[in-house]
Structure formats: structure tokens, C-alpha cells
């Protein structure tokens, strides 16, 4: 386990020096590894930091007026809808890596038009470490690290927190006095939740992620997660009322893990499993059914793509 006070100190001086009298932006998503990120920086450089909080339409419910009230102690907050953007560029896209690497380029396009604007010369991530060996070793690409784009109009960009792993992030979070919401947060990917539909991003199959996320999320607060999460994975035929339809079908997933590298699928009662499907089937005519994913990781991954 790192020493989290000299690690502290470290990442703030190595951040002042390599940004120097310069501006920089940092990607700010609300996720503990972002925030933490922000608030080293912040605490680096003060107002030569500039926070951008991209609305990609690809977030989890609520999560927009969330940030703006968590963050608003940074002045220079930026809250960016960039919903159409990111959608129009998915569409039609269907290759998991594919959508990744759109992704992760238009976060770095909408980055770089704040940085023109500000005057910024370098991008602070917060990257940890299984960002960097996933996308090393090809299980997938992350939007901030195999995910980034070849041109890319910074000086340099600046990972703090490169060599931590997200238990470590959470010490480091604690340390610096984030909120709870923050330092215990669930882990949410960058990609959103492009990542937790199968195929084709489009605006109903969002509708339905995005909700079945928030039940699930709520219906699993209890037992204490590593990660749990809703995905579309395809249609199937199922009963409403007295129609046949062919509808989404939504999984379930909710794992233990220390850093994500391996999790474990955990065992949920059969009366939880059966409100989360309630509620799920409830909240949108047109899904059909809902599964729950056993499997652990390996072999799976915890995201769906």
C-alpha cells in the first residue's frame, strides 16, 4: 500500500513542475479516480486548472446536476453539453473497440476546444494503473489511455496517479477530504454507459440503461459492491399485458473485487433479485426480461464491452 501522505506530496510537486507557470485542463467525470486527480492538481496549481465536465449523454442518471453541485467550489468548472456530438459520432458504430476510440477521441476534441480557450498547454488524467495494463495488454482500450487519439494538441499530459490502484486512489481521495459520495463512489466507466450496451448506441437503449443502472445501483447499495451495473445485451420475446412484444433484455452484474483486476460475481437473495427485475420490466414497456451475470472475472470482464 502506498504511503499516502508522501505520495501526496509527490504527485503535487510533480504536477507544478511539469506544468510550471502554464494552464492545464483536467477531465473532470465525477468518478473518484477524476476527482482525486482535480483535487491534487487543484490543490498544485490553483486557478491555472481549468475542470471540464464533458455531458457525453452517455452518463448515469442525475449525474450532470450531481457534479455542478459537488464541484462548485472550483471556479472554474466548466460543465460542456456534448451529448449530440457523441451521439452523432457513434451511430451506426458497432465494434466494442470502435466505439471506445470514438469516444475517447471526441473527449480529447472537446478538451482541446476549452484548452484553446483558456490558453491551456497541458491535460491532467486520472489514470490508474489497470487502465494502463488493460489497454497494454489489449483486454480493451480506455478511452484516456489505448483510447486516445495519435494527434493530440497538448504539450504534455499529466497522469498523477499512473501507478495507483483504485483502493489506493480511494486512500489518497480520503486523505484530501473528498466527499463520501466521492472517495466511496462505485466505479463508473469513462466510456459511460456506451460500454454497457451491446451494439449500436441509440437514444432508447440508452433510456433503458440509464434506468435500469439507477435500480440497480439502489436496489444494491446494501451489499456493498465493487461495481454492480445494468446492461442491454439484445432483445427476446416476452409478455406485456396481453401482447407478445420483443423486447430488451437487461443484465444484471454486481461484483467483489480489491482493484478490479479479478472480481468475483456475488451471490444476491432471490427477493432482491426478483424487485431489481420489477422494477426494471416496470420502468420501460419495452423490456422483456432481466438475467443475472454469475460469472466472474476472469473469464469475463465486469463490462460488457
Do not use: C
Not at 11 to 21: N, R, S, T
Not at 83 to 92: E, H, I, N, V
Amino acid at each position: 500500500m502506498v504511503n499516502v501522505d508522501e505520495f501526496i506530496e509527490e504527485a503535487k510537486a510533480e504536477i507544478a513542475e511539469e506544468i510550471g507557470d502554464k494552464h492545464a485542463v483536467i477531465g473532470l467525470s465525477g468518478g473518484v479516480d477524476s476527482s482525486t486527480a482535480a483535487a491534487l492538481a487543484y490543490e498544485a496549481i490553483g486557478d491555472q486548472l481549468t475542470a471540464v465536465y464533458v455531458d457525453t449523454g452517455l452518463m448515469r442518471k442525475g449525474e450532470t446536476d450531481e457534479i455542478r453541485e459537488t464541484f462548485d467550489y472550483m471556479d472554474s468548472l466548466r460543465i460542456i453539453d456534448a451529448q449530440d456530438r457523441f451521439l452523432d459520432a457513434l451511430g451506426g458504430e458497432t465494434d466494442p473497440e470502435e466505439k471506445r476510440h470514438i469516444i475517447g477521441e471526441q473527449f480529447i476534441r472537446e478538451f482541446e476546444t476549452v484548452a484553446r480557450e483558456v490558453d491551456a498547454d497541458y491535460l491532467v488524467q486520472g489514470t490508474i494503473y489497470p487502465d494502463r495494463i488493460e489497454s497494454e495488454g489489449t483486454i480493451k482500450s480506455h478511452h484516456n489511455v489505448g483510447g486516445l487519439p495519435e494527434v493530440v494538441d497538448f504539450e504534455g499530459i499529466v497522469e498523477p496517479m499512473r501507478d495507483l490502484y483504485k483502493d489506493e486512489v480511494r486512500e489518497v481521495a480520503r486523505a484530501l477530504d473528498l466527499e463520501e459520495i466521492i472517495s466511496e463512489r462505485m466505479p463508473f466507466p469513462g466510456p459511460g454507459l456506451a460500454v454497457r450496451i451491446i451494439g449500436e448506441v441509440t437514444e432508447e437503449k440508452l433510456e433503458v440503461a440509464r434506468e435500469a443502472n439507477h435500480v440497480v445501483e439502489e436496489e444494491l447499495e446494501e451489499y456493498e459492491p465493487w461495481q454492480a451495473l445494468a446492461a442491454v445485451i439484445g432483445k427476446a420475446t416476452g409478455v406485456k399485458g396481453d401482447n407478445r412484444v420483443h423486447g430488451w433484455v437487461v443484465a444484471v452484474r454486481s461484483v467483489e473485487s480489491r482493484d478490479g483486476m479479478t472480481a468475483r460475481a456475488q451471490e444476491l437473495d432471490w427477493d432482491t433479485l426478483q424487485r431489481i427485475q420489477s422494477r426494471i420490466t416496470g420502468a420501460h414497456e419495452n423490456v422483456a426480461r432481466v438475467v443475472y451475470d454469475v460469472t466472474h472475472k476472469p473469464p469475463a470482464t465486469i463490462e460488457y464491452e
